[in-house]
């Protein structure tokens, strides 16, 4: 078995889907675990790109028929979490608005960040390093993991379970912070690439301008995914789709992939 098929394998990603089917999966998945959880519904995050569209559209829709199945209220509440003033923003409200949500909340993160970021910088300064300022990779995977002590403390209070956006196209690269956005209870996109992630987009009624944007983590001015990655979202779907690509990209994402086995593994202990 080559290591692409491994991969795909490992991931669990169809090389073809049919959309319909996969929304219903899904939808019955986060509905079966809700349930069998005792919990009161699913937290969602919303940045304002595609994934977490995508999966509020998936999370309404599972609450929404279990409430009308059951006659008792389940919930979808989605969270903004803007650092500061978030350019973006607009987009976070259209998604929770195309998707028709009842419950929203916003919390800025702001604050937390860079309480942590100054405690951080002190102690550098106290041990005498030579550099005593975060990166702001550093400082992203600081806001990836405030925004998670965040939902996890307001799912908390209401008896939610915290939904995860990561799929296949990230789970490749490790693209995400670890115990940061890749911490969650539930990932119901996990098995889907990017390309595929798309197509669900459109299908679910995700507004166009969300559909049409660059996949960005939004941690620092000007990230995109593709650009800090070097490897284009269509490269990364057709891999994981089995089809051959260009042997040095090839190259570049089996080298992140076998970079970030531990964020994919259980934590290794003795
Ligand atoms: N071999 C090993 N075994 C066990 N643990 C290992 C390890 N190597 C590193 N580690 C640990 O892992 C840490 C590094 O992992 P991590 O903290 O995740 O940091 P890292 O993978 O370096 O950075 C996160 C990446 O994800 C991207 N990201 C973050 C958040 C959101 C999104 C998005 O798309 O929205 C993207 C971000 O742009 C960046 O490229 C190390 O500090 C160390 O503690
Ligand atoms: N500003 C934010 N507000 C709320 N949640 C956020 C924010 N930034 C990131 N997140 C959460 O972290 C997840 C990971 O971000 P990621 O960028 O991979 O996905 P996305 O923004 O939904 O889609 P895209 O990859 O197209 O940008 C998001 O789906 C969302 O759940
Ligand atoms: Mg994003």
């Not at 069998?36 to 999370?59: E, M, N, P, R």
């Amino acid at each position: 078995m080559t290591l692409q098929q491994q991969i795909i394998k490992e991931l669990n990603v169809s090389p073809t889907i049919n959309v319909e089917a996969e929304v219903r999966k899904r939808v019955d998945f986060l509905k079966s675990y809700v349930k069998q959880s005792g919990t009161k519904g699913l937290l969602i995050a919303i940045s304002g790109g595609i994934d977490s569209a995508v999966a509020t559209g998936l999370c309404k829709r599972a609450t929404d028929e279990l409430t009308e199945e059951s006659g008792e209220e389940y919930r979808t509440l989605g969270v903004f979490q803007p650092y500061g003033k978030q350019e973006d923003i607009d987009h976070s409200y259209a998604t929770a608005k195309a998707f028709e949500l009842k419950y929203t909340v916003e919390t800025n993160i702001e604050a937390s960040v860079n309480q942590i970021a100054e405690e951080v910088e002190r102690g550098m300064v106290k041990m005498g390093l030579e550099k005593t300022t975060m990166t702001p990779q550093g400082k992203g995977n600081v806001k990836a993991r405030t925004r998670m002590v965040m939902q996890y403390a307001l799912a908390f209070e209401q008896n939610l379970l915290v939904v995860g956006t990561d799929h296949a196209s990230e789970a490749i690269t490790g693209f995400y912070t670890k115990w940061g956005d890749g911490a969650v209870d539930i990932t119901p996109l996990g098995s889907l690439n990017k390309r595929q992630v798309r197509q669900l987009a459109a299908h679910l009624g995700v507004p166009k301008e969300i559909l049409e944007k660059a996949p960005s983590a939004g941690l620092w001015e000007g990230q995109t995914d593709e650009k800090e990655l070097g490897i284009s979202y269509e490269d990364n779907s057709d891999y994981l789709e089995g089809k051959q690509i260009n042997p040095e990209v090839q190259e570049r994402l089996e080298a992140f992939y076998k970079r970030t086995h531990h964020k994919r593994n259980a934590i290794p202990g003795i």
